[in-house]
């Protein structure tokens, strides 16, 4: 036992740790590779729907986005409202998760008129929004943050509301201060639960963006998606939903790095 134990704890050599990597990569992408292959098959042999674009047909269409600049501008668009919505959002939902989450008094204050304002459907806002503040980025970046800072905001007061009572009362006993409690015992105690919101927001900001692309821009994924719907220019819109995947995808995997960046001091992320 001890042997093995020995064996075990050897550093794990460069070629041991890229095959690791290799071996991740391929479980990650399985799925996706595999209904790539599906598609490249039905294409093949004249399976596919007449309504869903090649692979050759799409390769073809992005091609010709990049070389005219199409692809890149809309990108650019759509992340800078994404993210503006996001960093909207979050930040106040991140502040008042805080406050409720330390404070009885502005737990009983905002309490109500947050979950009043949850309980509406984002589509249900949206007329209203349009209405105050156009059909311009201002619309667009509010029915984000409003998207986006429920998730931030009701688990960063959990994650606050979780602390363990014996670690408050060792704070205590230390003398701590309310400011080095906070950063010393409550904050990292509650930044799983945070984390967690924020990759929820993250994966609600592109799923609202598409509403709020759809329904009323003149750039973005979303409108570029929107427009080719009514030439039935199938490889746009398959591009266009693409896109989406990739910037999803991308984005939570930033997010589950920088997750294990923040909490490599907890024995659990350090897988």
Same mark, same amino acid.
Request: aromatic share 12%; charged share 15%.
């Given at each position: 036992?001890?042997?093995?134990?020995?064996?075990?704890?050897?550093?794990?050599?460069?070629?041991?740790?890229?095959?690791?990597?290799?071996? $991740?990569?391929?479980?990650?992408?399985?799925?996706?590779?595999?209904?790539?292959?599906?598609? !490249?098959?039905?294409?093949?042999?004249?399976?596919?729907?007449?309504?869903?674009?090649?692979?050759?047909?799409?390769?073809?269409?992005? !091609?010709?986005?990049?070389? $005219?600049?199409?692809?890149?501008?809309?990108?650019?668009?759509?992340?800078?409202?994404?993210?503006?919505? =996001?960093?909207? *959002?979050?930040?106040? *939902?991140?502040? +008042?998760? %805080?406050?409720? *989450? +330390?404070?009885?008094?502005?737990?009983?204050?905002?309490?109500?008129?947050?979950?009043?304002?949850?309980?509406?459907?984002?589509?249900?806002?949206?007329?209203? !929004?349009?209405?105050?503040?156009?059909?311009?980025?201002?619309?667009?970046?509010?029915?984000?943050?409003?998207?986006?800072?429920?998730?931030?905001?009701?688990?960063?007061?959990?994650?606050?509301?979780?602390?363990?009572?014996?670690?408050?009362?060792?704070?205590?006993?230390?003398?701590?201060?309310?400011?080095?409690?906070?950063? $010393?015992?409550?904050?990292?105690?509650?930044?799983?639960?945070?984390?967690? *919101?924020?990759?929820?927001?993250?994966?609600?900001?592109?799923?609202?963006?598409?509403?709020?692309?759809?329904?009323?821009?003149?750039?973005?994924?979303?409108?570029?998606?929107?427009?080719?719907?009514?030439?039935?220019?199938?490889?746009?819109?398959?591009?266009?939903?693409?896109?989406?995947?990739?910037?999803?995808? %991308?984005? $939570? =995997?930033?997010?589950?790095? =920088?997750?294990?960046?923040?909490?490599?001091?907890?024995?659990?992320?350090?897988?």
């Amino acid at each position: 036992m001890a042997k093995e134990a020995a064996i075990q704890s050897l550093p794990v050599g460069k070629g041991s740790l890229w095959k690791k990597y290799l071996a $991740d990569w391929s479980l990650i992408w399985s799925v996706p590779l595999f209904l790539l292959a599906l598609w !490249i098959y039905f294409a093949q042999t004249n399976q596919l729907n007449q309504l869903f674009p090649k692979p050759e047909e799409l390769i073809t269409t992005t !091609i010709r986005f990049i070389k $005219d600049g199409t692809l890149a501008a809309n990108l650019q668009i759509s992340a800078a409202r994404a993210f503006g919505g =996001l960093a909207i *959002g979050g930040s106040i *939902g991140f502040v +008042l998760g %805080i406050a409720t *989450g +330390l404070y009885r008094r502005a737990d009983q204050i905002l309490n109500t008129p947050i979950q009043m304002i949850k309980s509406v459907p984002r589509l249900a806002i949206l007329p209203l !929004i349009l209405v105050w503040f156009g059909i311009g980025e201002t619309s667009k970046i509010i029915l984000i943050a409003l998207s986006t800072f429920f998730p931030i905001y009701l688990n960063t007061f959990h994650g606050i509301r979780s602390i363990e009572a014996g670690l408050l009362e060792m704070g205590h006993i230390y003398g701590l201060t309310r400011w080095e409690m906070f950063k $010393d015992i409550i904050f990292p105690g509650a930044l799983p639960s945070v984390m967690i *919101g924020f990759r929820q927001s993250l994966g609600g900001t592109w799923l609202i963006l598409i509403v709020a692309e759809t329904v009323a821009a003149k750039s973005g994924i979303g409108y570029m998606a929107t427009n080719a719907r009514e030439y039935m220019m199938m490889d746009v819109i398959v591009l266009s939903m693409i896109m989406y995947a990739l910037l999803g995808s %991308i984005s $939570d =995997l930033l997010a589950v790095q =920088l997750t294990k960046q923040l909490l490599r001091w907890n024995p659990n992320y350090r897988r």
